[in-house]
């Protein structure tokens, strides 16, 4: 079936850092992959997507590109902020418009 | 304003008594899906609908209802709460049954002792 894997545990990282959480897929077909972020207290909210391979999704500084041959949609940033500072989830779409979601990510920006 | 809305935001309730949360949007969505949210877990859906009088069992159906007589409600029934369904809800909905991007509710934290 599809699921989703991201890297295990909390991220922390000093203001201006480079961000990268990894996310690794499996998939019947071909699946759309997204990252969603949760802030403090609130829903989740879609943050970049890709529907094909070698597609790359970006917004608000961040980046991912959809890597079939490694089942793979990194998501990076080059400088964060602590505005950042949210949980991620990376998701794969199977079947009638339904999210396969990752656990999720931590990510904690420092001043 | 495109929303989805859910209440209560916050309930505490004991085993066996009864409850809804209502999820409604105001975006002519088709598609509505109720999600828990639990640490370690991440997302799981629980139901799912994707228009008036069509609905579905997600991955984790076990002691939830819902119905969809209106298309932009979505309420979500717990007719015998037990402490295992302590968790954080989502309610979220997209436009079209085939893959779009889902918007979420704020989330209902729900807590049965």
């Known amino acids: 079936g599809n699921s989703v894997t991201q890297m295990e545990g909390p991220v922390t990282l000093s203001e201006e850092a480079f961000l990268t959480i990894n996310c690794t897929y499996t998939?019947?077909?071909?699946?759309?992959l997204f990252w969603y972020v949760q802030y403090p207290g609130e829903g989740l909210q879609l943050l970049l997507k890709a529907t094909k391979a070698d597609d790359k999704g970006s917004n608000k500084g961040f980046e991912a590109t959809y890597r079939k041959e490694t089942t793979s949609f990194h998501l990076e940033k080059g400088s964060v902020q602590v505005s950042d500072s949210a949980v991620y989830f990376c998701?794969?779409?199977?079947?009638?418009?339904?999210?396969?979601f990752g656990k999720g990510n931590q990510v904690v920006v420092i001043p | 304003e495109a929303q989805v809305t859910q209440n209560p935001r916050y309930l505490i309730t004991v085993t066996g008594k009864k409850l809804t949360v209502t999820c409604s949007q105001n975006m002519n969505h088709e598609y509505m899906s109720w999600y828990r949210q639990d640490p370690g877990l991440g997302l799981r859906q629980i139901y799912y609908s994707m228009n008036v009088e069509v609905t579905d069992k997600g991955d984790v159906p076990e002691g939830y209802k819902v119905s969809r007589k209106e298309k932009r409600n979505f309420p979500l029934i717990l007719e015998s709460p037990s402490p295992n369904q302590t968790s954080l809800y989502f309610c979220?909905?997209?436009?079209?049954?085939?893959?779009?991007?889902?918007?979420f509710g704020p989330g209902t934290r729900l807590t049965v002792l």
């Open positions: 998939a019947t077909g071909y699946p759309s």
């Open positions: 979220a909905s997209s436009l079209q049954r085939g893959v779009d991007t889902q918007y």
């Open positions: 998701a794969s779409s199977y079947g009638n418009n339904r999210l396969a």
